[in-house]
């Protein structure tokens, strides 16, 4: 039994082992496409939406 217990723990060790070697492998990576978020200020919709409200 205690083989058995051994032995699980070694093989849990090694799967952390590997996934870490293959996260690292993919977030090595440079990221060309990273996400922009832009937001429009609240002073300049305020202004938007007066100017919008004159063209109607």
Excluded at 34 to 52: F, G, L, M, S
Aim: charged letters at 25%; glycine letters at 4%; aromatic letters at 6%.
């Amino acid at each position: 039994m205690i083989k058995g217990v051994i032995f699980c723990v070694i093989f849990l060790v090694v799967q952390l082992i590997g996934l870490n070697y293959v996260d690292n492998r993919l977030n090595s990576s440079p990221k060309e496409a990273r996400q922009v978020v832009t937001t429009t200020p609240a002073i300049n919709r305020e202004e938007k939406e007066k100017k919008d409200s004159r063209l109607s």
